[in-house]
């Protein structure tokens, strides 16, 4: 079975700081890898995503990840946060190839940028 | 419409009641999913449909909780006799390719 763990719950960065939420994923061949954010009581949206190829994936709003095979890994980073950067942060995968088309979600991060 | 849209956004509900939440996908998107997000959590997997039919319905908590897709776009997730631990967002999500989905805003169920 596929699953998540994002092992900071809460991080606070200071306006124009750099970023980096963990994840970690379980999974038993290449999966597929996402980063969605939740700002209060909107729905999810895609940052990125990974499926093969390059390693670095870029997305929306500056935001980047990469994914590493070795250490079961999909960090997601920015260079500078933003003060509307603040937001809830999920990571999730997906099963490549014929498996299981649903996300797993991990249980998410929640950064609060200070001025 | 331009993205997935769910009705209701909020619904209060008696314990034991039924309650229907709407999901109307982007169209021409043939998968559509259902998650459910309690407070403080990630989303969690409830059903998966391809076209009409449920092709992964192993995230269902148990029978009071049902989904249907007769046309193969709109859907409706269905809950009988609920409880105060059904109180949660639940969410849609629909793909085209099954690689990218699109979330909903949620429906926040409150059951008192």
């Known amino acids: 079975a596929q699953s998540v763990t994002q092992p900071d719950i809460h991080i606070t960065v200071s306006e124009g700081a750099s970023l980096e939420l963990r994840c970690n994923y379980s999974y038993g061949a290449t999966p597929y890898l996402f980063w969605y954010v939740q700002s209060p009581g909107q729905g999810l949206q895609l940052l990125l995503k990974y499926f093969s190829g390059d390693t670095l994936v870029q997305g929306i709003k500056g935001f980047e990840a990469e994914f590493k095979r070795s250490q079961s890994s999909f960090n997601l980073r920015k260079p500078s946060v933003h003060w509307s950067d603040a937001a809830e942060y999920f990571c999730?995968?997906?099963?490549?190839?014929?498996?299981?088309?649903?996300?797993?979600f991990g249980s998410g991060t929640r950064l609060q940028v200070q001025p | 419409g331009a993205g997935v849209s769910q009705t209701p956004s909020n619904k209060v509900t008696e314990k034991g009641k039924y309650v229907e939440l709407r999901c109307d996908p982007i169209s021409g998107h043939t998968a559509l999913y259902w998650y459910r997000q309690s407070l403080g959590q990630g989303p969690e997997f409830l059903i998966y449909f391809q076209g009409t039919g449920a092709a992964d319905d192993s995230g269902l908590p148990n029978d009071r909780f049902f989904a249907v897709r007769p046309e193969g776009s709109v859907s409706t997730l269905k809950i009988q006799r609920t409880e105060r631990g059904d109180s949660a967002v639940y969410l849609c999500?629909?793909?085209?390719?099954?690689?990218?989905?699109?979330f909903g805003q949620g429906t926040r169920l409150t059951v008192v």
């Open positions: 999500a629909s793909s085209r390719d099954n690689t990218e989905a699109f």
């Open positions: 999730a995968v997906g099963a490549s190839g014929t498996g299981r088309r649903a996300l797993t």
